[in-house]
């Protein structure tokens, strides 16, 4: 680290859970940010702003003028722009030290596989259940941590998979491998600072898993309540006929 990088990131260098090396290994992290929407625009925001050295950003959309009042890395100068060009150029503004690397597809097959094989951990913040499963068994596949977020309406939830521990489930432990039947955002509405509660709280996971610091959401579900400002916790377990981590997927 050079004088400028102690300084900008003094204030949580400050702090003993992360210190030095652990900054160290966030410069030298690289984090696959799925979908840059509401969920996707805090994580790529604080992420960038605590250093991680690479941001691998994937989304196949553009900006809409409806996107504007939750995805908060967007302007409204960017509206008929790539999100990932957006979102760059929001993350450049902010830290220019960041490296950014843009896929512009939706991911499925080899790509998928590609994209997470080059990174150190997966950041969910796609909004369909089958982008979900399949970044899920790449993840598993792969043993890549997976930080997983959704929000609808007034209601968020947020757990970390990481495969590189026995205890650990997958996503398809906690939802199966069925159909999807839930709501978009555009069909039923997501109030915008749920989706900035749950981002962030992606971003902080995220960061604990890169520096190494403090106890993961790994076996938990974190449930949060925006009407009644709640938060819930419920417990985990590793499916062992899951067919996509467990003994028959091996």
Do not use: W
Not at 11 to 38: A, C, T, Y
């Amino acid at each position: 680290m050079d004088d400028q990088q102690l300084l900008r990131y003094s204030r949580q260098i400050l702090l003993p859970q992360i210190d030095i090396d652990g900054q160290q290994r966030l410069l030298e992290s690289r984090v696959l940010i799925v979908g840059l929407g509401g969920l996707g625009a805090p994580v790529a925001l604080y992420l960038a702003a605590a250093g991680v050295g690479t941001l691998v950003l994937a989304d196949h959309d553009e900006v809409d003028l409806t996107n504007l009042q939750r995805q908060i890395i967007h302007q409204a100068a960017d509206v008929g722009l790539p999100k990932v060009q957006s979102a760059a150029n929001g993350i450049k503004a902010l830290n220019p030290d960041v490296e950014t690397l843009l896929l512009e597809q939706a991911l499925a097959g080899q790509n998928l596989a590609d994209a997470v094989a080059d990174v150190d951990l997966v950041v969910d913040c796609c909004d369909n259940f089958a982008t979900r499963q399949a970044v899920n068994a790449a993840c598993v596949a792969l043993r890549r941590p997976l930080v997983s977020g959704a929000a609808i309406r007034l209601e968020g939830q947020l757990s970390v998979f990481d495969s590189r521990r026995e205890d650990s489930p997958c996503y398809q432990c906690l939802y199966g491998s069925g159909e999807e039947t839930a709501l978009s955002c555009s069909e039923a509405g997501v109030l915008g600072p749920l989706v900035g509660i749950i981002g962030s709280l992606q971003a902080l996971e995220a960061l604990k898993l890169l520096a190494g610091f403090g106890e993961p959401l790994v076996g938990r579900l974190l449930l949060v309540e925006a009407l009644t400002s709640r938060f819930r916790e419920m417990r985990v377990r590793r499916d062992p006929g899951c067919s996509c981590c467990g003994p028959a997927a091996e």
